[in-house]
């Protein structure tokens, strides 16, 4: 079975920052399409950031030069750096498998996997 653990978020103030951790098991990550998606209440899943078995990475012009995301193969362990945050980060922010192609976070065929998720808070 695939788990994805979710790690590493709390609450900090504007200007700060969090680095995320999402551990996999059961499944190799050196080959899998990971992603990042937020969801803040009572607004529509954002996948903000993903990084393609190429290592190719992805980012949404919301937190492009703030956050990068990077994986390490030989902790298995995917990673979001989050600088310079703002209040409207504030979100629960999960990580996510894929072996299809990318898609709304919302749709249901865009992930194989899915953690708990992490809540991020930003204070002003």
């Known amino acids: 079975e695939v788990q994805l653990v979710e790690s590493g978020g709390g609450s900090v103030q504007a200007g700060g920052s969090l680095t995320l951790s999402c551990t996999v098991s059961g499944r190799t990550l050196e080959h899998t399409k990971m992603a990042w998606y937020r969801q803040a209440p009572g607004k529509q899943c954002e996948l903000f950031s993903y990084?393609?078995?190429?290592?190719?990475?992805h980012y949404a012009d919301s937190v492009k030069g703030r956050f990068t995301i990077s994986q390490d193969n030989a902790k298995n362990t995917l990673y979001l750096q989050m600088d310079n945050l703002k209040p409207w980060d504030t979100a629960n922010y999960y990580c996510?498998?894929?072996?299809?192609?990318?898609?709304?976070?919302?749709?249901?065929?865009?992930?194989?996997?899915r953690g708990q998720g992490t809540q991020v808070t930003v204070s002003s």
């Open positions: 996510a498998a894929s072996s299809s192609r990318w898609g709304p976070c919302y749709a249901e065929a865009t992930f194989d996997v």
């Open positions: 990084i393609d078995v190429d290592s190719r990475t």
